[in-house]
């Protein structure tokens, strides 16, 4: 229950972040004081999932350093194998009796880029420079395609579209937080 949403700006070359402020349970809704979206060194997270989730990758998460590595090379090997060996430490990582590993929904920025990391530690990245996740993602998508031809600045369309997940998703609730990366 939730909504982070993430943007690329083409014209400056940051991505930029947003989360709401709710920690539901079934039909219980509590606006937590801790955010979902943080920074880590040049990186940007927005979580959704458990606050667990998100604070073991806000204080534990050891980052390896990308160095020369394409990037989408990077967050599909060392960034993932980091994030499920962070998991597995804090006790967070679900295991299968088949194998199957499972872990939570996340963005993460990193200059211009946007990547969706699923449950199941594979990597996206959307073509359209945007995404979101989280119980009022569907909402969030629609806002953001009906606002591409509009002027605004990424933030306000982020605003727009966590605003619009909060109309229709019962499980998204304000404050919002927003973070960018840096300019190129």
């Not at 972040?17 to 219980?28: C, E, N, Q």
């Not at 979902?36 to 606050?51: A, M, N, P, V």
């Not at 590993?101 to 993460?108: A, T």
């Not at 119980?135 to 727009?160: F, I, M, N, P």
Request: aromatic share 12%; net charge negative; glycine share 10%.
């Amino acid at each position: 229950m939730t909504c982070i949403v993430g943007y690329v700006n083409k014209i400056t070359g940051e991505t930029v972040i947003g989360a709401d402020s709710a920690g539901a349970l079934d039909w219980d809704i509590v606006v937590r004081k801790d955010t979902k979206i943080f920074r880590k060194g040049e990186f940007i997270f927005g979580c959704t999932s458990s606050f667990r989730m998100i604070q073991l990758l806000r204080f534990s998460l050891q980052m390896p350093p990308v160095n020369e590595k394409d990037i989408f090379e990077y967050m599909c090997t060392d960034f993932v194998d980091s994030v499920r060996a962070c998991f597995t430490t804090g006790g967070y990582l679900q295991k299968f009796k088949d194998g199957d590993e499972k872990g939570g929904d996340f963005l993460v920025g990193y200059k211009n880029r946007l990547f969706n990391v699923a449950c199941d530690f594979q990597v996206g990245e959307a073509i359209v420079g945007y995404d979101a996740v989280g119980s009022g993602a569907r909402y969030a998508l629609g806002a953001l395609h009906s606002l591409e031809d509009q002027l605004l600045t990424v933030e306000e369309r982020v605003k727009q579209a966590l605003l619009t997940a909060t109309y229709f998703s019962g499980g998204v609730r304000p404050p919002y937080t927003i973070l960018k990366t840096p300019e190129l």
